[in-house]
């Protein structure tokens, strides 16, 4: 092995799963084996019990449902308001001077803080949890694409001015095509931080959603229920983001292939 030395498909794919094989055999180890005390972290042949229960006899497909559907609207939400306004930002200085240290300063607040006020301004339905998504994901993309669209290179733009293009010319025919596969990135990169958010939204006032299962699962100290539920959550997260490159290598396939 040296540094930077390129892996195959084939090898990438088997160094995953190696991975994967080497934690359940510890976890088995740790579990089986008497090491951690079943209270504090169920054994693999628990979870995988206690997850076909929960499909089968608590509805949890459900909750897998809402969760999904929680994610995909808050995530959507922002990326209406966030792409655009990002894109004006790295068009136009005097729009980036005049929004980006706010849109700064919000992005390190955190989503969970919001979680009192939005209570109190929506109530306990699926506008709290959709806006706590919203909020967790919106700036991050807004000063992403900003960046972005402001990294264009000047050359393309002083050619396109040459040949006689205008100001919206630029905007749609140089800076939009020329930024649209790192955009197209970047949503897929703040969509997987929009799961964090989707469960800490769930963890209060929800009656509904893998976070609430989780939060219920604690209160009964049933470890592989808890554990079910996460490992759902990443392996929707990982399907998803799957197929979200791969739709992005289909729309780009001169950048990203």
Do not use: C
Not at 39 to 58: D, I, K, S, Y
Not at 180 to 185: F, K
Not at 233 to 254: Q, R
């Amino acid at each position: 092995m040296r540094p930077l030395d390129p892996v195959t498909s084939k090898q990438r794919v088997a160094y995953g799963l190696a991975f994967f094989v080497l934690f359940v055999a510890f976890w088995s180890w740790a579990t089986f084996g008497g090491h951690v005390s079943k209270t504090f972290l169920a054994n693999p042949l628990t979870m995988v019990q206690e997850g076909l229960e929960l499909l089968t006899r608590h509805g949890f497909l459900f909750d897998i449902g809402m969760t999904i559907w929680r994610v995909v609207g808050g995530f959507a939400l922002a990326a209406i308001l966030a792409v655009p306004l990002g894109v004006l930002m790295g068009a136009y200085k005097p729009v980036e001077a005049f929004l980006e240290p706010f849109v700064s300063f919000a992005r390190y607040l955190p989503a969970s803080a919001f979680i009192p006020l939005l209570i109190l301004w929506a109530g306990i339905g699926e506008l709290q949890k959709l806006l706590v998504i919203f909020i967790g994901s919106v700036f991050q993309v807004i000063l992403m694409v900003a960046v972005t669209v402001g990294a264009t290179r000047r050359d393309l733009v002083e050619a396109a001015y040459t040949l006689g293009a205008s100001d919206r010319g630029i905007i749609r025919r140089v800076l939009l095509p020329s930024s649209a596969p790192e955009i197209a990135e970047i949503l897929r990169l703040v969509l997987g931080w929009a799961w964090t958010y989707v469960i800490v939204a769930e963890l209060i006032g929800s009656s509904s959603g893998i976070g609430h299962m989780i939060t219920d699962s604690q209160a009964l100290l049933n470890t592989g229920q808890i554990i079910f539920g996460i490992i759902v959550i990443g392996l929707i997260g990982l399907i998803s983001d799957f197929l979200f490159k791969a739709f992005n290598a289909w729309l780009f396939p001169w950048k990203l292939a």
